[in-house]
């Protein structure tokens, strides 16, 4: 995948992942929130077996609740690894350019250079310090 197509995945991921996340974040509250009701009813009124079975459902969307924490967390987290490496790649392929753009520039001038020492314009000494700079700055 280019840098391009990395950065775009890794933003719908991330995107996805903190829906999923948040999502299951007000859910497991919700649900924690039907099982404090229903021990603060059963402690006011007294328990019974309908209490005991509507508390167990909703421990149990807890649980279930934990789960979609973790995967959207984990969808996440691959989403910021996607979106960062496409960062890098973009950046990478960036330098690589600029790079070979140089060379080609430094080319040009000692072309230009090599001309200039041909039709006498400037000493061998005056082209070899020259030549000695554009290739210190490779």
Do not use: C, H, P
């Not at 995948?1 to 999502?23: A, E, H, P, Q």
């Not at 924690?32 to 309908?50: D, E, I, P, W």
């Not at 005991?52 to 789960?67: D, F, I, P």
């Not at 960062?87 to 430094?106: G, Q, R, W």
């Amino acid at each position: 995948m280019n840098g391009k197509n990395l950065r775009i995945v890794g933003l719908v991921s991330s995107i996805i992942g903190l829906i999923i996340t948040v999502f299951g974040v007000y859910k497991y509250d919700e649900a924690k929130g039907m099982v404090r009701a229903l021990g603060q009813g059963a402690a006011l009124f007294g328990s019974t077996n309908s209490t005991y079975r509507s508390e167990a459902v909703w421990l149990s969307e807890m649980n279930n609740y934990r789960l979609v924490i973790i995967v959207g967390a984990i969808i996440l987290v691959v989403g910021i690894i996607l979106l960062i490496s496409g960062i890098i790649n973009l950046k990478s392929k960036t330098e690589k350019i600029v790079n070979a753009e140089s060379n080609v520039s430094t080319n040009g001038k000692m072309t230009e250079l090599k001309a200039m020492l041909d039709n006498g314009l400037i000493t061998s000494d005056e082209f070899e310090m020259k030549k000695k700079e554009l290739l210190d700055k490779m």
